[in-house]
């Protein structure tokens, strides 16, 4: 076993979870399954693989940022419940 009954307790302590007994020997039975699967990887070399961060290749999709027209303060603030100068007033939350 990979993984022991006492290290998934552990970090289920950890993550403030609690399981019941036959949760636990599920998910250590789980856990054991997928470290033993990784160990898989270990056969691979992977010494010439470039590293991947996503299964496809990704393009960003956002548009250039570009300066345009933009609503007067005062239109923007007619509509606040408080104002300072040319500033939202909210309520403080951090004391």
Do not use: C, W
């Not at 993984?3 to 054991?32: G, K, W």
């Not at 898989?40 to 027209?69: C, F, M, S, W």
């Not at 933009?70 to 004391?95: C, G, Q, T, W």
């Amino acid at each position: 076993m990979k993984i022991s009954r006492q290290e998934v307790a552990h970090v289920a302590r950890l993550a403030r979870l609690s399981f019941s007994e036959d949760e636990m020997e599920l998910f250590t039975n789980q856990l054991n399954q997928i470290l033993l699967y990784m160990e898989k990887l270990n056969e691979i070399d992977t010494q010439n693989i470039k590293p991947t961060y996503h299964a496809l290749e990704l393009t960003n999709v956002l548009r250039e940022d570009k300066v345009g027209p933009s609503l007067p303060p005062e239109r923007v603030l007619s509509n606040a419940p408080a104002e300072n100068k040319d500033m939202f007033v909210v309520p403080r939350i951090i004391r």
